[in-house]
């Protein structure tokens, strides 16, 4: 099957290997119906973080082709959506809410897609504990909803938790610091839940154009000091109730820290890189701080819901779609600020 | 009257100072029935912030003895409880339960007991915003109930607060770091507010003994690594709901971060200093982070209300009691661990 190869920073290739298997009797195997590229494969791409050879990819939705014994809740021939976390479903932490520190899958070395196995930019992908972590479509999706689904799989589901972690509700302002597809998967969760004003700090003209329709209300061009100085204009000086981080850079930290009222919230999903906080600050603003890998899964039946239901359509976030084998062509264009986010067909 | 003064790191004296008057309408100035040590005071006492004949103080209980013309809810002869942080009990952060951040205090240059005006261990003392900040009791109260309202007054409200960030409730496991006044009233706080296992992490005998009276469950003597592996036995390998961090330092920071359980919270109270936090490492546990200067004034009516029905006793944290002129001797217990709280008596 063709697979994605991170061989070195820089460096993609796309390759046969080998057809993944069960290893577990908790395992799914699935055919790919599309992968994408995420922000995150940005970082070892640009040497920020190690990589040597890797089977590159954690975004998926398929159809299940083959299932362990002991799976009892899809079935091959069924179209799931899953997450890059793997969960169990049952252990304290997944029951807490937190699906995305599986304590079963860690211990299993299958805390996240591709540890022990393949990465989903390929045709087919094993995913563990595949009863906790996939969760099955209400129908087989529609052209059009491939992307809205594959969405939904980590950029949607990321970002929708940024800003629940946000305290994104009624009557609430949310600013989003970061207008790649998290940012503004985070600005479609902000308006589902029912945040007054959305604020997208973004400086493009096409993602500020989507973040409008996806329910952005505001626009700050500016970044550090002089964007904090507008959010600040139009919070009454007072600041954002919540703020969605999703850089992961100590820039963007800095300014979701800056925007955010006193006693607000800070919903941090960028993948941080060398960026760290003094508490001495975080006493002094007295905001709530909670980030880390997305409990997508959580989320995930919802989301299904909603795009199939028509309320919602990440899918745009795709802004140029390839196949697998110019993967190589879309991590350029990602790279390179040319595309937003980069579907891949197989 | 006699004022507590620190001239220089190390040195403090008591001497005669002018007495505090109306500097607004919306002053009132009280005669304190009693005053105390805070552990945070060590800080400048031992160089570890600068210092420079301070007059010392921020915890109150008394009378009031004069009120400006638009003070509206005390009156003289009223015995009040009041807070560090001074609140207007309007603004936004204030109606948003965060009366320790509170707009206008801040901008009137007020944000704090003793910004404009003398601390408090002294035998009379002004206080801003007195609608906002100060809390009526139900009755003059006895000689027994006073070391119970001074506590209620920081280092009680400030433990509860954390006990509040760190959700302590129903079935939840509660670990406390610090053993000091703050962290034995984190414990009032999480057994009030129902947590089934309450961890406190001290290796001193009478601190332990006082904690288990006040509603700990388990004691934890070790530190850094073998206390969070300590930790980690008592909550079956997943660590607790919810940590206390009543010290500050970075070592503290860092033995809360591992006793915590992913998706946990963490309360944090202990005035930082040269502390941070890697975002990395807070994006991998995923943990909810909250901290600053405890919003006492919203917790003071619960606080008074159970000490008046003698359902708590956190007065107990005073271990010693001196007269107002021998404070430098308070100051000596408190350095050098002698003494976990120290009352002063006007």
Redo the contacts between chains.
Sequence with gaps: MRSVIMEEPGKVVVEDRPMPTLLEPTDAVIKLAASCICGSDLWPYRGAQPVDHQQMGHEYIGEVIEVGDDVKTVKPGDFVVGSFCISCGEC??CQ???P??C?KAIAAGDGFIGMRSNGTQAEYARIPFADGTLVKTPAYPTAEQIPHLMAASDVLGTGWYAADAAKAGPGKTIAVVGDGAVGLGAVIGAKQLGAEKIIIMSRNPERQALAKQFGATHVVEERGEEGIAKVLELT?G?GAHGVVEAV?TQQA?DQALGCV???GYIG?VG???D??????V????????????APVRKYLPTLIDLIYKGEIEPGKVFDLVLPIDEAPKGYEAMDQRTATKVLLTM
């Design positions: 304290a932490t807490d809410g937190y995305s520190r304590l009454d007072v992961g930290f009222r006193h006693g941090f993948v941080p890189h960026s760290s906080i003094g508490t001495d975080l006493f002094g603003k007295q905001v709530h701080l909670e980030g880390g890998p």
